[in-house]
């Protein structure tokens, strides 16, 4: 089983649709949760911090389901610039290492 | 405020040829790391140093050294490089490590390596 897995994706979605990505991590031990956002041909960058009780930045909301050992992501009323892959990323260890999922492709469309 | 820069952004090598990349951070962070990512794979580390004068193997370090020269650079070298080397590598920095620490990456731009 990968330490961080994601749904492979594309998703396609109109503007202004409601998205939601998955991600299950192996590790129990996991300390730190993460999405990250990569453009294409570019350097990904940290979209949000994962935290136990749920949070939410404007239209993304990111939940921890510890016992399931499962992140979500949700962004609502899409933009055609959230087009992007997103990547889940776990912290585990007692070096904190950053795992990486493979990330999930999103397309927005007109 | 530059954050993380590296370069080449694109080099073509030959089979056994050697290479150094350069990563230099101007935010005075204390951690740095090399990853590389492939199509269809997540990024994955291969160095990292958590702090100057401390370099560790990640998790793919076979055909690679690196050098943290001072706080604010790390070069990753390829002393004969290999088509399995081919490439997207990039640089991070990160104010510390540690478990347990929402600490942020910032990524430097990238460079694209082919070895032919």
């Known amino acids: 089983r990968k330490e961080v897995e994601q749904d492979p994706g594309p998703f396609n979605v109109p503007e202004g649709a409601t998205v939601a990505f998955n991600c299950t991590y192996s590790?129990?031990?996991?300390?730190?949760f993460f999405w990250y956002r990569q453009d294409c041909r570019k350097e990904p960058k940290l979209l949000m911090s994962?935290?136990?009780s749920g949070n939410e930045d404007g239209r993304f909301t990111a939940q921890l389901n510890r016992a399931s050992q499962y992140i979500s992501l949700l962004i609502r009323d899409s933009k055609l610039s959230d087009s992007a892959t997103y990547l889940c990323?776990?912290?585990?260890?007692?070096?904190?290492?950053?795992?990486f999922g493979k990330g999930t492709k999103l397309s927005v469309k007109p | 405020n530059a954050g993380v820069t590296q370069t080449p952004k694109f080099q073509v090598l030959k089979t056994g040829q050697s290479m150094t990349l350069q990563c230099a951070q101007d935010?005075?962070?204390?951690?740095m790391y090399w990853y590389r990512q492939d199509p269809g794979m997540g990024l994955r580390l291969i160095y990292y140093?958590?702090?100057?004068?401390?370099?560790d193997k990640g998790e793919v370090p076979n055909g690679y050294n690196v050098s943290r020269l001072n706080k604010r650079e790390f070069s990753l070298r390829l002393e004969s490089a290999a088509p399995s080397q081919t490439s997207v590598y990039f640089c991070?920095?990160?104010?510390?490590?540690?478990?347990?620490?929402?600490?942020?990456?910032?990524f430097g731009s990238g460079t694209q390596l082919s070895v032919l």
């Open positions: 991070a920095s990160s104010l510390f490590r540690g478990p347990a620490t929402n600490e942020k990456l910032f």
């Open positions: 590790n129990s031990a996991s300390q730190s």
């Open positions: 994962v935290y136990s």
């Open positions: 990323v776990v912290r585990q260890g007692s070096q904190g290492n950053l795992i």
């Open positions: 935010m005075n962070h204390n951690s």
């Open positions: 140093s958590a702090s100057e004068g401390t370099t």
